[in-house]
């Protein structure tokens, strides 16, 4: 019967995700100037005067199409190798972070759950997720244009799409860019499982994470990072038709590099929601629940570390300046919260702990990715600074206040460092504290108009804000279906015994 249910589950929750993507390619044929796609403009041709009769002179040739952007090798072989660095941050970087922080019983539940996520994400981001999220249609949500990635190979001309970067004629591969694009998706939806970690039923957790997906993740995606491209700007007219074309978070003009709003604060709202719907651990607050291997998740934060760099530098798309300097970002601001946060814990609790050291490193990753290409490398060292400290506030006063069991800390680390790096991000991209500033791509130059630190911190906290309510009413809706159809947690016997076994049938350790 439970199998059935479940069955019955994973089809409603497909079906509930196909609802906002039902058209036939048919319907929906590719835009000339798709979203991700770098659009040609067209040739021009020189006016013939009105008065001038037909016959008088011929028609002046028209202009040559202008060469479409070819993608460079080395920028295609800088994202797909940034794009493995994702995976690899992820599978096996997050599973083995969070798989030693909870009990031996339960070790591969988690990294079943990371496993299964990612491989899940992937098919539905290829199926219709990027279409949703990269296409134009709405400020909310995309179009249809890109399901089941049609229309990025011709087959009847030979041709691939490619897909527009951040400066103009500079373009890859657009297939790389969705390969790109999807693991961002899928870790997003991992980092969600550590804060109900131990106590969720696995088809419950598949099944929310195919309706979080679809109604919060890709519209997120949408409204801060879509948008046309740089190629159609040339003038302010166009500049302000182009915008309107954007996601809604973008037009307000909100700077997220690499995820700070998208990613972080969005799965962090999503765990705390699931932390507190769920409910609390048996034996939470009476028993030992210690990390069962703080070695894995050493050697799962180091691999955070290192995929990072493909996380925030290829988020500029290119290898150029822009990568750099979110490279140099990402290793700055990491080692400034490590040791903020190992210090303060020292000064706190009496001794600094390895568990600190690798709390500390994420949390500044976190911090940066949204400043990563915008910031200064000092401005990158104090937001690495402030991430440390007040994470390790997160993950202790601020979980005391809320109550809420999280069981890795997802909100205290993701969510409270996600907000102070996306708030910073307006303070710091300040030229005048070594900031890159807003970039016009009418002047395709750096904005010569004054850089307002007040606007743009107000304008980062509304992002904010839109992102954690939607999260949240999706988080909550989501959960209720499930545990409706499904129900959400494992019984209690189930629990105590563990999950690898009651859930999984097998065994992290033996002897």
């Not at 700077?255 to 932390?275: E, Y």
């Amino acid at each position: 019967m439970r199998k059935n249910i479940t069955k019955l589950l994973a089809g409603f929750a497909c079906l509930c995700a196909f609802g906002v993507a039902a058209p036939s390619f048919a319907d929906a044929p590719a835009k000339t100037e798709a979203a991700t796609t770098t659009a040609v403009a067209a040739p021009a041709v020189t006016p013939v005067p009105d008065a001038a009769p037909a016959a008088a002179a011929p028609a002046p040739a028209a202009a040559a199409p202008a060469a479409a952007p070819v993608a460079n090798k080395g920028d295609t072989s800088f994202m797909m190798i940034s794009t493995l660095l994702v995976i690899l941050m992820t599978i096996p970087g997050l599973a083995l972070f969070y798989g030693g922080l909870v009990r031996s019983k339960n070790m591969l539940s988690v990294l079943m759950q990371v496993f299964m996520v990612f491989a899940l994400v992937i098919v539905l981001w290829c199926i219709y997720g990027y279409s949703i999220a990269f296409t134009e249609k709405t400020a909310f949500f995309g179009g249809f244009d890109r399901l089941f990635l049609n229309g990025i190979w011709d087959p009847a001309k030979g041709t691939f799409a490619a897909a527009a970067t951040f400066s103009k004629g500079v373009v890859i591969p657009e297939f790389v860019f969705v390969a790109f694009q999807g693991t961002f998706a899928a870790i997003t939806c991992a980092l969600i499982v550590g804060a109900f970690a131990e106590r969720a039923k696995f088809a419950a957790v598949l099944a929310f994470v195919v309706l979080w997906f679809t109604f919060a993740y890709l519209p997120a995606a949408h409204m801060v990072w879509f948008w046309t491209g740089p190629d159609l700007i040339t003038n302010a007219a166009t500049s302000a038709s182009e915008a309107l074309k954007a996601g809604w978070i973008w037009q307000k003009g909100a700077l997220d590099f690499a995820g700070g709003t998208v990613v972080h604060i969005n799965a962090a709202v999503a765990g705390l929601v699931g932390a507190i719907m769920i409910g609390k651990r048996v034996g939470y607050g009476r028993e030992s629940m210690a990390p069962h291997s703080l070695t894995m998740t050493m050697i799962g934060a180091s691999l955070l570390w290192v995929g990072w760099f493909g996380f925030n530098a290829g988020s500029s798309l290119e290898a150029g300046d822009v990568a750099a300097l979110a490279f140099v970002n990402t290793l700055l601001a990491t080692a400034a919260a490590t040791l903020s946060w190992v210090f303060g814990e020292w000064i706190s609790k009496g001794k600094p702990s390895m568990l600190g050291g690798a709390s500390g490193a994420v949390a500044g990753l976190v911090a940066i990715t949204p400043a990563a290409g915008f910031v200064g490398p000092m401005g990158g060292l104090v937001i690495g600074l402030l991430a440390g400290i007040v994470c390790l506030w997160g993950v202790n006063g601020l979980k005391r206040l809320i109550g809420a069991d999280d069981s890795l800390d997802v909100f205290g680390v993701h969510g409270v460092g996600g907000i102070l790096g996306a708030l910073l991000t307006g303070v710091f991209a300040a030229p005048q504290l070594g900031g890159q500033g807003i970039f016009d791509y009418v002047t395709n130059k750096m904005s010569a108009d004054p850089y307002s630190i007040g606007h743009q911190v107000w304008v980062q906290a509304q992002a904010v804000g839109t992102t954690i309510v939607w999260s949240a009413v999706v988080s909550v809706v989501a959960y209720k279906l499930v545990d409706i159809v499904i129900g959400l947690r494992v019984p209690e016997e189930e629990e105590r015994e563990g999950l690898d076994i009651t859930s999984h049938g097998e065994q992290a350790y033996h002897g």
